[in-house]
């Protein structure tokens, strides 16, 4: 069965540092990847996904993604932390072998900027 | 405007009682999701639907049934067997194998 690990449940990062927020995965296929932001009280709103091609993911508001096959992980980043960036953080993950559209996701991570 | 929209945003459950959650999708998706989520336990998938009249359990189907007679409607039955079901309830769509879109939720509780 497909899996989804956010190891962190809550990451701090000084505003203008680098941020990263992780996330490793599980599947029997290959893996659609994807990651989502929620404010709070909010539905989710889409930040990037990687489905094939290209290994770094470039997504909204400055995000970016790595997809690592070998370490099968997906991990969230952005060179430059805004106060405005602090929110819910999650990876979510769809195993191709699987043959249907099952869609998991991850506890999720709480990101919170410092000013 | 498209979009996804629940109703409705509070809804309150009284003991033994069956509770129905609405998600309405103007997008012309085919597959629909319902996703529970608590505090520290993250989005849990109850049910999804590739298609109309059909759909599979997720992780947590337990307590829940779902019906998809529409397209763009996917309705979630909280029944009285669910014996914790106070929680956030988002609902979901996409285009095979892309995004999901999410509506802005219903937050159930027990009174």
């Known amino acids: 069965a497909q899996s989804v690990a956010q190891p962190e449940d809550q990451v701090n990062v000084a505003e203008g540092n680098p941020l990263t927020v992780k996330c490793t995965y599980s599947v029997s296929g290959n893996p659609y990847l994807f990651w989502y932001v929620q404010y709070p009280n909010r539905g989710l709103q889409f930040l990037l996904k990687?489905?094939?091609?290209?290994?770094l993911v470039k997504g909204s508001y400055g995000f970016e993604a790595e997809f690592n096959k070998s370490q099968t992980s997906f991990h969230l980043k952005k060179p430059s932390a805004l106060v405005s960036d602090s929110a819910l953080y999650f990876c979510?993950?769809?195993?191709?072998?699987?043959?249907?559209?099952?869609?998991?996701f991850g506890k999720g991570t709480r990101l919170h900027i410092l000013p | 405007d498209g979009g996804i929209t629940q109703s409705p945003k509070y809804l309150f459950r009284k003991e033994g009682q069956n509770v129905t959650l609405s998600c309405e999708q103007n997008l012309n998706h085919d597959a629909m999701y319902w996703y529970r989520q608590d505090p520290g336990q993250g989005l849990r998938l109850i049910y999804y639907?590739?298609?109309?009249?059909?759909?599979q359990k997720g992780d947590i189907a337990e307590g829940y049934s779902v019906s998809r007679e529409k397209k763009e409607s996917f309705p979630l039955t909280v029944t009285s067997a669910q014996k914790n079901p106070t929680a956030f309830y988002l609902c979901?769509?996409?285009?095979?194998?892309?995004?999901?879109?999410f509506g802005s939720g219903t937050q159930l509780s027990v009174l």
């Open positions: 990687y489905i094939t091609g290209d290994n």
């Open positions: 979901a769509s996409s285009i095979v194998s892309e995004k999901l879109f």
């Open positions: 639907s590739q298609i109309v009249n059909d759909f």
């Open positions: 979510a993950v769809r195993d191709v072998g699987l043959g249907d559209d099952k869609i998991i």
